[in-house]
């Protein structure tokens, strides 16, 4: 059964951290490039990071320096780790799996920045 479950959003300061995790199950995980996106209320739904099956890394300009995302193919699971969170960094975030014209996302966990 495919399933792509996000976790570690939360509530942080400006200036904090947080790290998110997609723990992917129901697919071959390592062939699938892996992404997050972000849906802050009343925009369009944005790519924030990308990671392909060979490791290559791409970033929103926005989030260029401050956040990293990684992949462990041994435990099917994807991350992004967001450091100097501004309250701009406030949406949903999901996850995302794509491999030629299959196209797989997660439900999303809320990142709030706010003092």
């Known amino acids: 059964q495919l399933q792509l479950v996000e976790s570690g959003g939360g509530l942080v300061q400006p200036g904090g951290s947080l790290r998110l995790s997609c723990a992917v199950s129901g697919i071959i995980f390592s062939s699938y490039t892996m992404a997050w996106y972000r849906q802050a209320p009343g925009k369009q739904r944005e790519s924030v990071a990308t990671i392909t099956t060979g490791d290559s890394e791409h970033y929103a300009d926005s989030v260029k320096g401050r956040f990293t995302i990684s992949r462990d193919n041994a435990k099917n699971t994807a991350y992004l780790q967001m450091n100097s969170l501004e309250p701009e960094d406030t949406a949903v975030y999901y996850c995302?799996?794509?491999?030629?014209?299959?196209?797989?996302w997660g439900q999303g966990t809320q990142v709030t920045v706010s003092s």
């Open positions: 995302n799996a794509v491999r030629n014209r299959l196209n797989f």
